[in-house]
């Protein structure tokens, strides 16, 4: 049974830096493909970042301020999120599935599982 646990998430000042961490359970990190997606209040789900053995993807909008990595020992995947703004404020979740079109990893209905979220507030 597959299983996406995230932590990581908080309360910060813009400007700041936070790390989430999702860690998977029921499958090896290495063959799968990961992904980390965001929601605030009122707005739609928003890919933000994957990984798989092909590469790293990025929303836009986190381009230059967020890394997506993996530790396959650890079998967990991270955000390091910096230079954060209000903007980013948002429940972010961890997703995975077997694997992903690389051009669709931002579409949350690709992906069959799904973690609980982590909150991130970021104040200006």
């Known amino acids: 049974q597959v299983q996406l646990r995230e932590s990581g998430g908080g309360s910060v000042q813009a400007g700041g830096s936070l790390r989430l961490s999702c860690a998977l359970s029921?499958?090896?990190?290495?063959?799968?493909?990961m992904a980390w997606f965001r929601q605030a209040p009122g707005k739609e789900r928003e890919g933000v970042a994957a990984i798989n053995t092909g590469g790293q993807y990025y929303v836009d909008s986190v381009k230059g301020r967020f890394t997506i990595s993996q530790d396959n020992v650890k079998n967990t995947i991270y955000l390091q999120m910096n230079s954060l703004t209000p903007e980013d404020t948002a429940m972010y979740y961890c997703a995975a599935d077997d694997w992903i079109f690389d051009g669709r990893w931002f579409l949350g209905g690709e992906y069959k599982y799904w973690g609980q979220g982590t909150q991130v507030t970021v104040s200006s």
């Open positions: 029921g499958a090896a990190i290495s063959g799968t493909y």
